[in-house]
């Protein structure tokens, strides 16, 4: 009887186990709301470097693809990894997860910021659906102790002599501080008389394409299945040598700011046109963002278009004057002088 009394009172002393939050129930797509999405972050509350798992499920009707974007943003949480699910059926639709591993550093109330999911439609058309925010809490790891104490300050030390050796390395590490500066100073000032500047002229901006082309053709991005890199690439150098070229900014924007500049200044880009580059940065963001996977030779392709345009482009070079061939009649200019030296 005393066993059993003392079991039955451990059991009920004992905390009953939390439970993770549970999903939200998902929503069903609709005419004007064709992608639904729900998100679950565990654990919460958390604490300080816990590994958090923030679940987003997008349910979609048959025909269309929904995929999170490459270089996903999630600052100031730091991002462990991403795994994504195959679709699966759910009745007349479909249903895909994507599981993204967190880490948060600070105590306190705290957020996942939200991001954009991005999915293709049935014509091909590229859109987006916004992901909320989830709000979560981290708790400090003292918050595990009934009751923390501060750790006491360490008893005072006796010194009997003066200690003067913090003084003198603080004094010897200033005066070597000091005679360095100087050294530098009229070693700079020695070979400024007798340097001369060489000025290196920029590297033309069709030289650095077809270079990066060359050196991306070579490579084995589309023999290692990796085509999605082979675009990611392929575009950075058709936007730097636009930028490079024509003074266009198009490294650090997206392809509808390129658009907006192009159509409101068409002949920047001459003799190119604004279609042939927009076309372009279209094709290869269905292959970045909507996951297209172009066969081989049509990668080839893409890479010889951009050559095309470079080589269309190219600035023509301006003639060196060439002397006049030796057996060329003396000018005007020369017969008064020839004939005064004859005479």
Partial sequence: MIVAAIFAAVLAAAPEPTQPPAAAPLAEPSADAPVAVT??????????????????????????????????????????????????????????????????????????????????????????????????????????EAEPQRKPEDPPISIEYPNTLAETIIYSVIGT?????????????????????????????????????????????????????????????????????????????????????LVRHPDVVAPLSAADIIGFLDHSDLVKFARMRPADDEAKDALGVVRQLVERSVPASTPEPSEPPANSPPSADSAPVADKEAS
């Fill in 39 to 144: 998100t679950r972050l565990v654990p919460d509350p958390s604490h300080v470097g816990d590994l958090l798992t923030l679940e987003v499920t997008a349910a979609f009707p048959r025909g269309y693809t929904v995929n999170l974007p490459i270089g996903v943003k999630l600052e100031p949480l730091h991002l462990v990894d991403v795994v994504e699910s195959e679709p699966e059926a759910t009745g007349e639709g479909l249903r895909k997860s994507f599981t993204i591993r967190l880490q948060h550093f600070a105590p306190g109330t705290a957020e996942v910021p939200g991001f954009q999911l991005t999915y293709v439609d049935p014509q091909g058309a590229i859109q987006t659906i916004p992901v909320p925010p989830v709000a979560f809490t981290v708790d400090a790891l003292l918050a595990n």
């Fill in 177 to 261: 501080l000091v005679a360095a500066l100087l050294l530098v100073l009229l070693l700079r000032r020695f070979f400024a008389r007798r340097r001369v500047p060489i000025e290196i002229p920029p590297i033309p901006a069709h030289m650095v394409a077809f270079e990066a082309l060359e050196e991306l053709e070579r490579s084995t991005l589309l023999a290692d299945g990796r085509v999605q890199d082979y675009y990611v690439q392929l575009t950075e150098i058709g936007k730097g040598y636009v930028e490079r070229r024509f003074g266009v900014p198009a490294l650090d924007r997206t392809t509808d700011e390129i658009r907006s500049e």
